[in-house]
């Protein structure tokens, strides 16, 4: 089936902000087997929405919208898909319920604007926004769909993930079935070498990687007349990746890697704290980001000055004067200075570079210790990163952090 | 003048790569006074992208492309775009000699379908790409432009900036001047509602609101004749707007609440720490993502558990047990115990439930305690915020942590 993708917005056309949405369902809708014939970005203008709408469906059965469903003057993708395919927009008692209760739980008068989220087609299937206020839908008439999401990211990709695929699940011939394997510290291009037996002429399954911010990610996906052969296919595949790049994969079903360390430590009854100094705070965000951490996570010490690392963690001035902050010496005091108050079962530490500044020929940017205290011993792994930048550098220590405990603690 | 960003390129429609080439040419082209009406991603299909170019040259009067000028097959742009335009492809000898120079000075030889790339329309003003292989050019008809440029958004900045931006400078009509201003403490519909006077009916200059996470944007542009007269009709309407709503403003020049608040810091010399709970060490990382931060902020303490709490801060047990970790009293102890260890001019606290659980009827997720201690005095704000999910709670404490830091040195 061929489909579009519309993104609604001016202020996309004014690039204040990058299109993830059509990233996203591109990816989604490749993988149900639909075909993606174009991506279309429109301001909040009806006549050419409407246009655009018409010009899509010359040749594409399905589209896909974002944007425009919100309470303000602006948006109107609602009523111009409706009318595209000649419905009528009626009350949707339980949109309008949940709306009711949305704005009687915060204490905040709904204003008027906000009422028309709650109209819908006539004929529409309303998908609920988990994340916000304006339901989507999709509606159908002679063959041709139309299905309306809301704009910001993080209620589009839910309600896409939780109502939409569903949905979409039934409209698709054969069926895919995929693995995301996430993968740290090897580079996408070295990925790929090592993969290239099979990448190479592949035909089903395919092996597709991607690379995120500090890591990469293999796609292994199958399609196949049942759900059991198209797995099948995709286990064996991913048997002979593990034969060949085992070593770097910390999950096979696209968990985040501070998902993954979470669930042990939480699963084990580990007790964790941290002593950071360049990531300033980034570990613990990580952490406390899993819903329940605080079953095992104790305390974190951001220690930014050297005051602070000799008066919270006993860091001796001594080993600050000849080693610097920076050094294996200061991590290892810090991570053992970081056991003494707070007795965790797991205490680790980082000290580095994060740059733009304050990088030398000895100790250039990029350059991180990370201390950890585990059973009694004291463990130190030096990095020397690539100097990205200053958000990037913090961000793969966060996640060099989380893979020193993964491998800590895998026994 | 209205424009048109035309993406080429079937691993856009695959998902594989996030389009950032139209969100540079879109920021560029409202810069130079251009409106900007749609964005279009095509696959390879050279039916399709003459249908596309003919679309947009019915209301826009240029088109910018980007993909599709190499030398395999489905590279069809400057043969597509030739004849929408009523010209007929020539040799171009400085791009062929070009070419020869690039493959003999890398010991290579050029393929037969490379020498394709300097063929040009004969009218085409040749732009050269000093990044890759593929010039780019523009080509005009009776008043309708087109610009084809790189798909690589390197290659295609780098032609943008040195090449097609001084071309384009000579075809613009007018200057826009905007600026942004960020408000925080009030909502998207709230906000639209109060400027519903400035916002009904305006021409120019142009109010927009945005919405970004937890907070607001608006965006106000005037094109004039000369860039004096836009800005000032922009900061006439800044006036007004400051007149209703100037007491969520942060900044009028699309500042980060963050970093106006670390320039004020330093500028200031005003030493800060932090006794962090709910937001788990996300403030902490927000301060020391600016650069230099190091010469004010001291440290952070993570105090998760109330052990740590205690501990760390010399919370009272008492308070713990008679008012439990989230609340205005202990707020203020962990400020004033922070204000004790660290002896920073700035003691700022948190203490609240992110959720999704640990919600009760008397203290519902989203309730947060924000205590400081500052030249002598402590302080405490308390909030009550709509529970979006856990992330967006955690975000939303830490920016009324800046926003409680902001309002505190102002003067």
Redesign the interface.
Known sequence: MKSAIL?VG???????????N?????????LLGFD????????DNPD?LEE?IA?AFKDCDLILTTGGL????DDLTKEIACRALDDHMVLHQPSMDKLEQYFK????TM?E??RKQAYMPSRAVVFDND?GTAPGFALEKDGKQIICMPG?P?EMTRMFQRRVLPYLETKSEGTIYYRMIRTFGIGESMLETKLLPLIDGQTDPTL?T?AKEGECCLRIASKRETKEEAKEAVDAMLGQVQDIIGEYIYSCDNEELVDVVCAKLMKQGLSISSA?S????????A???V????RV?????????N??KM??LGVKEETLAAHGAVSEETAREMAEGLRR??GSDICISVTGI????GGTEEKPVGLVYIGACFQGKTTCRKIQMRNVN??WN?NFAVLSMLDVINRLIEG
Do not use: W
């Open positions: 993104s001016t202020e996309l056309l004014f690039g204040q902000i990058t299109n993830t059509t990233v996203f369902l591109s990816q989604q809708l490749n993606v014939m174009y991506h279309y970005t429109v301001g050419r655009m010009l919100g309470p303000t003057q739980k915060q204490n905040r204003t604007n906000n994340a910001p993080r597709a991607y950071e360049c990531t300033g705070g980034m570990f613990a965000a952490l406390t980001s819903s329940g951490i605080s996570f104790d305390r974190s010490l951001v220690t930014y000055s005051e602070a008066f919270e108050v707070s994060a740059g733009p500044d200053r958000s913090r």
